[in-house]
């Protein structure tokens, strides 16, 4: 109930008047406590409150109402049920969460996730070849290992096959290369320099050396795959361990064909797997698995699986390196819409190497809302410094720590450049090994912190997060005061106690409204 009753009070972030002329003018006083016009009107102009100020039956009705809310506030502040841990646990907890609504942007995050959505109905099959940096790579060291990924590419580009290439370099100790056939890539699963070249390929077309925060990779896109379905299965497996005996392999065969054949002529999948599959996850629901797409199981699985075209259809076992799979098709399905994956999306971007993408939009409207600059020439600085020393190395910190030069300016505030340098030696966090690619990781994430730490600051001025919490804190103790009073009784004894507990209020409280401002309301609104 108490979610249904802050839900109906909202979270609205659009005002109509101003703020600032209306904090001083009293509307209406409740015992001690006094009512400013701007949360008189705050919540009157909700978009869902059907609220008329303009028309004196709508206007009346609600000041009636509002006055029956602020006296519920008040008895529940003589109780002090404002002081109990439990009020402002609640308080703290929503002020959290409130706050965290100012400090990102949902439709950025949003049209962020949904990009990557799109691209994830996609698989991509990819041969690979890479080359790793060094654990901390100045920009001299990236030439060697960039010559490697080139001489590479251009044997391939002249007629050399890829996997011969790839193998070959594998073997070699000197080389630093490691070769890899990957059936399938999620986009959302790979570095963002790969996906991106991958996703722009044709089939069969191999890359130029990519240089990703490992090192440098050479792609070949082999296949687009399709990966919009999504099936419903139920298995029965017989458990084999990998590199048994031919003699004892057989017989977890024989067990599994046995099972085959007494489904093929009648017996229940469901009861036969409740019985006998050795999979303890899913038997007791008659083997039936969660559902899946491409990528998502072992492939001789998911290659039987997929194989299987009419509803109800039942493979033959199937071995994998878990032993041998009887699969049963019951359900295909299109794949999941953006508003079921959104949020998942979302927490993966947050985790991964696609957390700035996420941030962008936010990022850059705070940017342009606080006259954000950055000095060039500073900056520079340290990326020259970033090519002789690696941004973590204590060198590093002794040379730049004495840089005094503005790097960027927010809100008219210049930060220096030691100050980045600070942040890089107590925050550091990246997985970028080349020097210049962990630098502009670092700013990235500096300048993002100094924005929310900027907005934090702010938001104890700010009238929309005031009035929030204000309404907040007295939805609270009027749902508290209501249910110690009135919701926790009796449904047929509510009305009369409902009836007697205003009448009640009315006695105790002195209610003052400010008739001079209600009738003049046109004039503090927009």
């Known amino acids: 109930m108490k979610k249904i009753f802050v839900l109906i009070l909202g979270l609205n972030f659009c005002l109509a008047y101003s703020q600032t002329n209306n904090d001083s003018i009293i509307v209406m006083t409740i015992g001690d406590i006094e009512v400013p016009l701007s949360e008189f009107l705050f919540i009157a102009q909700k978009d869902d409150s059907g609220v008329n100020l303009l028309d004196k039956k709508s ?11 602020k006296l519920k506030v008040a008895d529940a502040i003589s109780l002090r049920i404002n002081e109990s841990l439990y009020f402002q646990s609640e308080l703290t907890t929503y002020q959290s969460q409130l706050a965290e609504r100012y400090l990102s942007d949902y ?68 080389s630093g290369a ?49 990966n919009t379905e999504r099936l419903l299965t139920a298995h029965i497996l ?16 024989k067990e599994a064909n046995d099972l085959y054949e007494k489904i093929i002529n009648g017996a229940d999948f469901a009861d036969t797997a409740r019985e006998f599959s050795h999979d303890e996850n899913s038997s007791y629901s008659g083997g039936v698995l969660p559902s899946f797409g491409l990528g998502n199981m072992v492939l001789p699985f998911e290659q039987a699986a997929f194989a299987l075209e009419n509803i109800g259809d039942v493979s033959k076992p199937v071995r994998s390196r878990f032993g041998y799979h009887i699969i049963k098709l019951l359900d295909k399905s299109d794949y999941p819409s953006f508003e079921d994956m959104e949020q998942s999306l979302i927490t993966s971007m947050k985790q991964g190497d696609l957390i700035n993408e996420l941030n962008q939009v936010f990022d850059d409207r705070q940017k342009e809302k606080m006259g954000y600059t950055v000095y060039r020439d500073a900056y520079n600085e340290l990326l ?27 809100q008219g505030k210049d930060f220096p450049q030691y100050e980045f340098v600070d942040y890089i030696r107590l925050r550091a966090t990246s997985i970028k090994t080349y020097a210049r690619d962990f630098l502009n990781d670092q700013y990235t994430l500096y300048v993002r912190e100094i924005l929310l730490r900027l907005i934090e600051r702010d938001l104890e001025n700010n009238p ?8 907040y804190h007295d939805g609270i103790l009027f749902f508290e005061v209501s249910e110690e009073r009135v919701w926790s009784k009796p449904v047929e004894e509510q009305e009369k106690l409902e009836r007697e507990w205003i009448q009640e209020l009315n006695k105790k409280y002195k209610v003052t409204i400010n008739k001079k401002v209600i009738d003049n309301l046109k004039q503090y609104l927009n």
């Open 238 to 253: 017989i458990k084999c361990p990998d590199n048994i005996e031919e003699e004892e392999e057989q017989a977890f065969l």
């Open 384 to 410: 020259q410094l970033s090519d002789e020393y690696f941004p973590t190395d204590n060198e590093f910190f002794n040379r730049a720590s004495q840089m005094t030069k503005p790097l960027m300016q927010l």
């Open 107 to 174: 439709e950025g995050e949003k049209q962020a996730a949904r990009k990557v959505y799109e691209q994830s109905k996609v698989l991509l099959s990819l041969s690979h070849i890479m080359f790793r940096l060094p654990e901390k790579t100045l920009t001299k060291d990236t030439l060697e290992v960039f010559n490697k990924a080139n001489e590479a590419y251009k044997r391939i580009i002249a007629g050399d096959d890829f996997a011969t290439v790839g193998n070959a370099l594998q073997e070699d100790e000197n």
């Open 59 to 69: 206007r009346d009705n609600y000041i009636e109402l509002f006055k029956t809310f």
């Open 464 to 471: 929309e997060f005031i009035n929030l919490m204000n309404e």
């Open 178 to 226: 490691v070769y890899e056939e990957q059936d399938y890539v999620f986009p959302i699963q790979t570095f963002k320099e790969i996906k991106d070249r991958a996703l722009s390929m044709s089939q069969g077309e191999v890359s130029a050396p990519i240089r990703s925060p490992l090192g440098f990779h050479i792609i070949r896109l082999n296949r687009r795959i399709d």
